[in-house]
């Protein structure tokens, strides 16, 4: 299970902070629909095919969460909310026009209409644009990345569990193997104590 976010040669599989802002930032040169595509995994952790299967019924502007149905489980119809910022939900309607068909209470329509391989397309375009590359630079990554950001900011996890629509916690609990900036807090006083202080290397140099 620890390959959930580290490859076979070790290689961490989710992107840090930096690295998810840096594609957001990226994001904003591309059109619109793959900006909100790539907005909306970076903010719920769906899977790709969550994403696509998203409609005007999927945004719940009042309570500011996103409706992602699990296509992971067995059953259909089971679903999942995610919090989101307000300011996200106002972007999403925005962007789709989604506002007079959400409040006219019209048919469910799809947010995105293009297949699963043209989305994963758009978004390692997104990456390359970024500067991404390697086993994190994936569609995954992004997930991942939702998961060990959740974990690292003191998220229960059992939401965090909830939110990912995970089966079982201890697919969950995986990502609070990935070194966050509390424990890196936590060695530095561990290296501050050592005789020679590794800062004393730049010296040599």
Not at 118 to 126: D, E, G, M, S
Not at 130 to 142: D, E, R, T, V
Request: contains cysteine; glycine residues 6%; hydrophobic residues 40%.
């Amino acid at each position: 299970m620890q390959q959930l976010i580290y490859d076979r040669s070790g290689q961490r599989k989710y992107l840090t902070k930096s690295e998810r802002n840096a594609f957001l930032k990226a994001a904003h040169r591309f059109d619109l629909s793959t900006l909100t595509l790539c907005m909306i995994i970076s903010a719920t952790g769906c899977r790709i095919s969550e994403a696509l299967s998203l409609t005007t019924k999927s945004i719940d502007i009042q309570s500011g969460m996103i409706i992602i149905e699990c296509l992971k489980k067995r059953k259909r119809g089971i679903f999942r909310s995610v919090p989101v910022p307000k300011e996200l939900i106002d972007f999403i309607v925005d962007s789709h026009n989604l506002r007079p068909h959400i409040m006219q209470g019209l048919d469910a329509l799809r947010l995105w209409t293009f297949s699963r391989v043209t989305a994963y397309r758009r978004i390692r375009k997104v990456m390359a644009a970024a500067g991404l590359n390697g086993s994190h630079a994936m569609p995954k990554g992004l997930r991942h990345c939702f998961g060990v950001t959740a974990i690292q900011s003191q998220v229960p996890l059992n939401l965090v569990q909830r939110w990912l629509g995970h089966a079982d916690m201890r697919t969950t609990a995986i990502y609070a193997s990935a070194t966050g900036p509390e424990e890196r807090s936590i060695a530095r006083r561990m290296w501050q104590t050592s005789t020679m202080t590794f800062s004393d290397l730049s010296q040599r140099t």
